[in-house]
């Protein structure tokens, strides 16, 4: 009874496991289809020529990259890949904005608000702001000011230490 017991707990986790890679495995190939379809619908809607292929897109018989180029399919994937790269590229400038923001809301700082105004700030106006958002969003408000008022009651009571 006991090995029973044993078995049900380690089985789901590898259960889990299989789910989660099938369920990756099933967005690669989703992913991969629309691709290959808005590569295919965008190829529909071009046509770089519409008669025979001249005897300059072979070289001694073999077929050149012109050929490829000229290809509507192929220039639909470059035009739908390139379009993705952009904005994956565009996400993740959003996100090393945005990242003070995260941080101050991950720490539920009282400064989160001004670091967000600070974050605009630097997106519109200056960068400076936003080096100034990060240093708030990052600093360890707590032990700065610990050491602050150390300084400054050492210094009123006169210690040297």
């Known amino acids: 009874m006991s090995h029973d017991v ?8 590898k259960i889990n496991k299989l789910v989660l890679v099938l369920k990756k ?5 989703f992913s991969l289809f629309i691709i290959g379809l808005l590569s295919y619908g965008f ?3 071009t046509q770089i020529h519409g008669k025979q292929l001249v005897e300059d897109y ?3 018989g073999y077929p050149s990259i012109l050929t490829l180029l000229d290809s509507e399919f192929f220039m639909g994937f470059v ?5 993705m790269i952009i904005c994956y590229v565009l996400l993740l400038f959003w996100k090393l904005h945005e990242v003070a923001v995260h941080k101050a809301e991950a720490m ?4 989160t608000q001004i670091v967000f105004a600070l974050s605009l700030c630097g ?14 969003a990052f600093g360890r408000w707590d032990v700065l000011s610990k050491r602050l008022s150390s300084i400054i009651s050492n210094g009123i009571k006169g210690d040297k230490s």
């Open 6 to 13: 044993a078995n049900e707990v380690v089985n789901p986790p």
């Open 25 to 29: 495995l099933s967005l690669l190939v």
């Open 43 to 45: 190829s529909l809607l």
């Open 58 to 60: 072979f070289v001694n």
């Open 79 to 83: 035009f739908v890949v390139t379009i």
């Open 108 to 111: 539920s700082s009282a400064h």
């Open 123 to 136: 997106l519109f106006i200056d960068k400076t702001w936003w080096v100034l958002a990060i240093i708030i």
